[in-house]
């Protein structure tokens, strides 16, 4: 195996080197007392500039230090600067493995990491994403991976940046989404110096999270960091996806690379393992059954349609075998590949008192599945859904099974059977024209109402976006886009996952970065309930100037939480005239567009009336495609 062997670089704009870390959120005034002298101008101290070094050159960095404060060090610290760090190791590992993002709130916990990221690593690959919140940064790598296919990493500050994002790591796990969590710590306490150190450090840092990460490690050896981070990534992309953590030690990081070390320290060569494929005697099976059934029912989750490649050879399959349009109802053969909740296909449940589920499924059907969701169970979380019987599981990845499932199709089909499936296919584009006509139907539906109906804002955003390379990084939850013409894998980036609020507007920023680089056009369609658990993503839009047209559904309510205490109330025969207290977003409205401009958006709205709706979103289009990201608050009907 090919070894890089890490070269130690001097850093000659000497970095101060400390004996622990400052409280987070005194990270500022901290460096602004502590290092006064070092700070100050050569006017103001007395002494000449040193040369600018060659890191600081590389990065067009301006040194800090003066050669009187180098050569004149406190009497109470005599070791004030270092010509190595851990750190800078850790980021010569993360380059070697492409990681395009860092996503972070600062903190003292991984100060060594991030200085090394952006002096000693030049802020590129990866380039440092500046967040307000954790779980935005968590939220920021997830949506960042569904358009990109590659994983992102966060930087959390020890037990407390790690609550914060534990709601968006467990939507990414829920949504088998790989983040590559790098989380801070100050493992030996003789370094906690402050309060704040001993009450955010902590013994098992992980341990918060393990029940819902494929993995994690606590690395004791800079070496020993640079075989878990490779580890950590090639288990993190290994299917079925997840987010890990490692725990990086900040005195580790921070201090110079020790002498034993010098010269020994490489960084092992990443291998992906292949996805595992479906066994070929069952695959073989399922061909078989597939040409023979009548009313075969083809459905498929969102991890197989995420990547063009599964996306395209689904679609083949389906043409293959004439598009069939049955439904459970009808099928004779029932074929599901990487579904989450096969149950909740199978069956339709009652919210009654007593909760009851009927089969919808035709009771007679073949049931198979192809998939590995249920290599990934944890025992606490409940992810899995209901167990499901099915006639045939075949655990493999569906990207990798299904060319194999098509080349055994085209091998068993009959010259009778392939003029069944043309017949099939035209009665499937009859029905698909149908269905495109009751939608332009249905769009018309209280088009001049006031507030504005949820299938006139469908209808107005794709009238803007349509002739744009536009991809959807938000679903507006009852907003139709049944008229959207999704022809490709990152037209949608699906559902949120574990369903945590907070997700849209930090995902959302994540897509679109990932989007900016292919010059697509990235559109929103934000609740108004979510988007109040993390506002603070606009800033980071705006800050890196990513793209983004975020279209506010705004019924000023949870509204499904609504919908639930009207159920209740009907059902104890109270009524629902009181189900609005505490579940409305009103008195006062939010103006969600002065938000927007308050952290550098162009922003319009709310739009009211229907009429103002076209021509709102097309200035906000506009500035989108110059480069800027635009919000437009619209009032809408509940659904």
């Not at 004149?72 to 380059?95: A, E």
């Not at 709601?167 to 796990?173: E, G, L």
């Not at 393990?210 to 878990?228: G, M, V």
């Not at 320290?265 to 992906?272: A, H």
Request: aromatic share 8%.
């Amino acid at each position: 195996m090919a070894r890089s062997k890490h070269q130690s670089k001097t850093l000659t704009s000497k970095t101060r080197s400390t004996t622990g870390a400052v409280p987070r959120r005194d990270f500022m005034k901290s460096a602004a007392v502590a290092g006064a002298a070092f700070a100050a101008p050569a006017s103001v101290v007395g002494a000449q500039p040193t040369t600018e070094s060659h890191t600081a050159a590389r990065v067009g960095a301006v040194p800090i230090v003066t050669q009187t404060a180098e050569t004149t060090p406190p009497s109470d610290d005599p070791v004030l600067t270092q010509d190595s760090s851990g750190s800078d190791f850790m980021i010569d590992v993360m380059k070697s493995l492409d990681i395009p993002y860092v996503f972070a709130n600062p903190a003292a916990t991984f100060r060594g990491l991030q200085e090394s990221l952006i002096n000693y690593g030049g802020n590129t690959v990866p380039e440092l994403i500046t967040c307000v919140h954790e779980e935005q940064s968590a939220a920021m790598a997830h949506g960042y991976f569904k358009v990109e296919g590659t994983p992102a990493a966060i930087m959390a500050h020890s037990v407390v940046g790690l609550q914060h994002a534990s709601m968006a790591i467990y939507n990414a796990f829920v949504d088998r989404v790989p983040i590559y969590v790098m989380l801070g710590n100050i493992m030996d306490a003789r370094m906690r110096i402050t309060s704040d150190q001993w009450y955010h450090s902590v013994q098992d840092p992980a341990v918060m999270v393990r029940d819902y990460i494929k993995w994690d490690d606590e690395p004791a050896s800079l070496q020993h960091f640079a075989e878990s981070a490779v580890r950590a990534y090639q288990i993190a992309m290994t299917p079925p996806l997840g987010p890990v953590v490692l725990t990086i030690d900040a005195e580790m990081a921070e201090r110079p690379i020790p002498a034993a070390d010098q010269g020994h320290l490489y960084i092992p060569k990443l291998v992906r393992p292949t996805p595992p494929q479906g066994d070929i005697g069952a695959v073989q099976e399922v061909a078989r059954r597939l040409v023979e059934a009548e009313h075969p029912a083809l459905m498929a989750g969102g991890t197989l349609t995420r990547t063009e490649a599964g996306r395209r050879a689904y679609l083949e399959l389906q043409e293959l075998l004439g598009s069939p349009r049955a439904s459970t109802a009808q099928a004779d053969v029932i074929f599901a590949v990487e579904v989450a909740d096969l149950y909740g296909r199978l069956y339709r449940a009652r919210d009654l008192i007593h909760r009851t589920w009927t089969r919808t499924a035709n009771p007679d059907a073949t049931v198979i599945t192809l998939g590995l969701q249920h290599l990934n169970h944890k025992a606490n979380y409940q992810g899995f859904y209901r167990y499901t019987e099915v006639d045939l599981a075949i655990t493999g990845d569906g990207e990798t099974t299904l060319p194999l499932l098509i080349e055994e199709v085209r091998r068993v089909i009959t010259p009778a059977r392939r003029r069944v499936f043309e017949e099939r296919a035209a009665e499937s584009a009859a029905a698909a024209a149908r269905g495109r006509e009751r939608a332009r139907a249905a769009a018309t539906r209280a088009w001049g109402a006031s507030p504005i109906s949820v299938q006139r804002l469908g209808a107005e955003i794709w009238r803007q976006i349509r002739t744009e390379d536009w991809s959807q990084v938000m679903i507006g939850i009852g907003v139709p886009t049944s008229l959207w013409n999704f022809d490709t894998h990152y037209r949608s980036i699906g559902s949120w996952g574990g369903g945590g609020m907070g997700y849209g507007p930090p995902a959302s920023v994540g897509a679109a970065l990932a989007n900016k680089k292919y010059g697509r056009f990235s559109v929103a369609i934000q609740g108004d309930g979510d988007f109040m658990y993390s506002p603070g993503a606009l800033w980071t839009a705006a800050h890196h100037q990513i793209p983004l047209l975020m279209v506010m559904h705004n019924n000023r309510a949870y509204h499904q939480e609504l919908m639930h205490i009207q159920r209740m109330g009907n059902r104890r025969n109270r009524g629902i005239d009181r189900a609005h207290i505490g579940t409305t977003l009103d008195d006062p409205a939010i103006d969600y567009a002065t938000l927007a401009r308050s952290m550098g958006w162009y922003a319009e709205g709310p739009i009211e009336t229907p009429n103002d709706l076209e021509p709102a979103l097309a200035r906000a289009t506009a500035v989108v495609k110059r480069g800027e990201p635009a919000l437009v608050d619209v009032v809408t009907q509940p659904r």
